[in-house]
């Protein structure tokens, strides 16, 4: 395809020129017998050599001609390639699809138990016996959701170039922000307890309507979160497609609440 591009574009060059120019006498016939010379003396070497040197003439123009349209169109003269081949596992190409979902809703059950008794298993501690860093961990559950949520639209927006491999750090970048958030905010209200909150007015059916919107989300986006890598990792990537496609809106609104609730929190503190 390309050497008859080439050829098109040759013929495309020469053939206007060809027209414009005025035809010149042939030097190489005798205008008085019309006999060419160096006919009878050429031989096949000859012959040979000069079909030679007329072909890797016309190789060099399609070179030269191909590579100014490649300038003019500003299109890449290489081709490269690319190194978007998506993550996967092989320990976990193996793994049963329905044993994968047996394991990720007991996982997904246990990890939400603890949250509950971590969270309203206990008072809240004075602030008199609170260790001075303690009162940096809702900044730092902040800063992780916002991570959070930073990374996972990175990830859409690497998806849909179809730049799998990108996609793939960055959702799992967006995976170890949320677990940092995660051990963060369960030794804060592990040593905190809740925290009320002290707005009055139209700010507080809003508030706790964000509130409980984010904490019944997070329970349902954890067992989609572990599903989503399952399927990824183990290249089942119809199903990966078809479970992501509520996993990310869910993630990011849980993800982008959290920061709101906590300058809510603040404000009103």
Known sequence: QRCDAGQSLLNAHTAPRAAAA??????????????????????????????????????????????????RSGAAT?????????????????????????????????????????????????????????SWLPIMDAFFNGTSALFLVLAYLAVRRRNFAMHARLMLTALASSACFLVSYIVYHSLHGDTLFRGQGAVRPLYFFILISHIGLSAVVLPLIFSSF????????PAHKKVSRYTLPIWLYVSVTGVVVFFMLRAYA
Do not use: M
Request: proline content about 7%; charged content about 20%; hydrophobic content about 40%.
């Open 22 to 71: 005025p035809s010149a006498p042939d030097s190489c016939v005798d205008p008085a017998s019309g006999v060419t010379p160096a006919s009878d003396a050429a031989g096949p070497a000859e012959l040979e050599h000069a079909t030679k040197q007329h072909k890797n003439k016309l190789e060099i123009n399609l070179v030269r001609i191909i590579r100014d349209e490649h300038k």
């Open 78 to 134: 290489t081709c490269r390639v690319s190194s978007s081949a998506p993550l996967q596992l092989d320990a976990l190409k193996s793994v049963d699809p329905k044993t994968a979902k047996t394991i990720i809703g007991i996982v997904s059950v246990v990890a939400l138990l603890v949250l509950v008794v971590v969270i309203y298993g206990h008072g809240r501690t004075s602030l008199a016996n609170e260790a001075p860093w303690v």
């Open 230 to 237: 399952y399927f990824s990792l183990s290249g089942r990537f």
